[in-house]
């Protein structure tokens, strides 16, 4: 079996999926569904006090007895409320250590501040979290994660939310290169062909959140996103051929054809 | 009356309480909520021990939609 290990658990889905940009409840658990993934995204955010009685929780929808639930701090602009939040999380979830840590530099690119995101990742690991990290795709910094203790390193393929797809694989090669825990693509993907490149370039899995829920039909997409993680990881594993540029190599005999004149 | 800020928000309490009166009178009892006073976790089983003081900072936090 070729199993996918995150933090001593073994999973056998490499597709990772986010909670957010659903019409309702019910999308997101059907798209999560068809999907396959088995570690789910879920931010922390206020809660209205005192009104809603009866609004209904994510945690109904995606059950922390079926899934595991990823908290993540997207939203936090600085290591202390990263870290705030996951404790908070932590607690939330009774005890769960596995988090996704990202900090945002600019709320434009929604690039990281890789200065917080070391910070916070380093104190995160001491206090006992499994921290995934978002990282920003340079291989010193991914390096730098590593050694401090982060459990899986994820570096953006493109702007988050963007669509925009592998923009440098020749970055997430060297950090795959040189690491020991598991390296995940999260963010920038856009369509089934980019989940399959990222695997193909031998990722351990991608995370991913708007390219299923902003698709024109969600449950579809996240089929789509399943078969496409799995193709890319069988292509890894199978080994592709050697390019030959420049070089036709027929696949049928080239002998008795039953061609009237030789061909020049 | 005491004053306390909410997520953010000022609110005045007309008589001390502890935390766990201060869920059940604002609806979140059986939910999952997590709480943060003043910077730090209150595990929930301190819920009923810790007594909200003027000045407290309280967050109140859900687990929502998110990637």
Redesign the interface.
Same mark, same amino acid.
């Given at each position: 079996m070729d199993n996918f290990v995150i933090a001593g658990k073994t999973y056998s889905s490499r597709l990772l999926?986010?909670?957010?940009?659903?019409k309702d409840?019910t999308e997101?658990r059907a798209a999560i569904e068809a999907s396959g993934a088995e570690i789910v995204?879920?931010?922390?955010? =206020? +809660?209205n006090?005192?009104?809603n009685?009866d609004e209904p929780?994510?945690?109904d929808s995606v059950p922390p007895s079926k899934y595991t639930?990823l908290?993540?701090t997207?939203g936090c602009y600085t290591g202390d409320d990263a870290i =705030? +939040?996951l404790?908070?999380?932590?607690?939330?979830?009774d005890g769960h250590s596995l988090v996704k840590l990202e900090v945002l530099g600019d709320a434009k690119t929604l690039f990281p501040n890789m200065m917080e995101t070391l910070k916070a990742a380093e104190i995160l690991a001491k206090e006992g979290f499994d921290v995934m990290v978002y990282t920003s795709d340079d291989p010193i910094a991914a390096k730098q994660l590593e050694e401090i203790g982060c459990v899986a390193i994820m570096p953006l393929a493109s702007l988050?939310?963007s669509g925009m797809g592998i923009l440098n694989p020749w970055n997430l090669q060297i950090i795959i290169e040189n690491a020991k825990v598991p390296v995940l693509v999260d963010a920038g993907v856009g369509t089934a062909s980019d989940a399959t490149i990222a695997l193909e370039l031998g990722c351990d899995g991608v995370?991913?959140?708007?390219a299923i829920?902003a698709a024109k039909n969600p449950i579809l997409m996240a089929s789509a996103m399943r078969k496409a993680v799995e193709a890319g990881r069988e292509a890894y594993l199978a080994g592709r051929m050697a390019k030959k540029i420049y070089t036709a190599s027929p696949s049928s005999p080239v002998e008795g054809v039953i061609a009237s004149t030789k061909a020049l | 009356m005491i004053q306390l800020t909410i997520n953010g928000e000022v609110r005045q309490l007309h008589q001390s309480m502890n935390i766990e009166q201060f869920i059940d009178q604002n609806n979140l009892q059986g939910k999952r909520i997590a709480i943060e006073r003043n910077g730090e976790i209150v595990p929930r089983s301190q819920y009923a021990e810790q007594y909200l003081i003027d000045g407290d900072q309280l967050e109140v936090v859900v687990a929502v939609g998110g990637g």
């Open positions: 999926v986010g909670t957010g940009k659903y409840f997101t995204t879920v931010a922390i955010r =206020r +809660t006090i005192g009104q009685a929780n994510l945690l639930l908290p993540n997207a =705030r +939040t404790r908070l999380a932590r607690e939330l979830l988050i939310g995370l991913m959140n708007t829920a | -």
